[in-house]
Nanobody, 119 residues
Framework: VQLQASGGGLVQPGGSLRLSCTASGNIFSIPTMAWHRQAPGKQRELVARITTGSTYYADSVKGRFSISRDGSKNTVDLRMDSLKPEDTAVYYC???????????????WGQGTQVTVSS
């Protein structure tokens, strides 16, 4: 399984970015996809998660970030608006992958994409 993320970069405070991630491989299904982030000197944290019929957002990004996915393409997007300097971090895509209907899903992580919010 490979996860390819894109869309990171440098943006000014108040700006917007969209991160995209595509999972590829011999996959039966991906029940859940998520974005985590890790800022310098801080622990990695869950930013947003999407599963069938539900989404979760960290309190720090509620109302500013929006997660969506295209199940037919195994992709997940993270729309980030009203960005703040404290959103600066490496963002990681995570896919909970199931290889057969009977196997337990397993988490796969992408390589990370840098988001820097600075004037």
């Amino acid at each position: 399984v490979q996860l390819q993320a894109s869309g990171g970069g440098l943006v000014q405070p108040g700006g917007s970015l969209r991160l995209s991630c595509t999972a590829s491989g011999n996959i039966f299904s991906i029940p859940t996809m998520a974005w985590h982030r890790q800022a310098p000197g801080k622990q990695r944290e869950l930013v947003a998660r999407i599963t069938t019929g539900s989404t979760y957002y960290a309190d720090s990004v509620k109302g500013r970030f929006s997660i969506s996915r295209d199940g037919s393409k195994n992709t997940v997007d993270l729309r980030m608006d009203s960005l703040k300097p404290e959103d600066t971090a490496v963002y990681y895509c995570v896919a909970e992958v199931q290889f057969t209907p009977r196997t337990v899903p397993y988490d796969y992580w992408g390589q990370g994409t840098q988001v820097t919010v600075s004037s």
